[in-house]
């Protein structure tokens, strides 16, 4: 019996959770454990590139864009871990490697935000949506990227080119994540 069983076990005897509510609390336990490993391997690769404060950032603004979003999936939560490894690096290894002009950092995020408006949210077959779903989904994805955009843009004014570059950066990765889902999706069809 693994920890998340012992768990659930335990909040079964205690009267948390009822019995027939198992198999939701062991999922629900198993995804939050995910996301903690996968935040925690954001921040060590950060660590690694000398680069904390940006992986940090780089969660904060991905995060709750990609939540509603949408974009690519991998197949198998294995296959999501190493992709998401990669992709922290990439956006990472960008972040070092772009001068952080205001052109460069604007051109970014402008290119990025007109996909991101014009093509979420991007379903895939784990997660479909339905009409009022994505009407929602839409909505809040574009209220997200406009603070996002307006924060950039402030820190930009701000002369923080640094902070201002990993959104931008953080949003381009959105952008290329819901082009492959599209292509993904149009190769289904």
Known sequence: MDL?????????VNGAIRAEER????????QGLLILI??????TIGFLLKMVWQSILFMIIYIPLRSFAGG???KTQSRCYFFSILLTASVLLAIKLIPGTNFNIIGLALAAGIIIYAL?????????????EAAVY???????LAVELCT??????????GVSLC????????????VIGKVKQSLKT
């Open 138 to 144: 839409k909505k809040w994805t574009r209220v997200i």
């Open 4 to 12: 998340l069983d012992k768990i659930t076990d335990k909040l079964i």
């Open 167 to 178: 959104i931008s950066a953080s949003m381009s990765a959105l952008s290329i994540m819901l």
């Open 38 to 43: 996968n935040m925690f391997t954001t921040v």
């Open 72 to 74: 690519y999936h991998a």
């Open 120 to 132: 979420a949210p991007v379903e895939d077959a784990n997660k479909p949506l339905d009409e009022t």
């Open 152 to 161: 950039m843009l402030l820190m930009v004014v701000l002369g923080v080119n």
């Open 23 to 30: 198999e939701l609390y062991e999922y629900g336990l198993q």
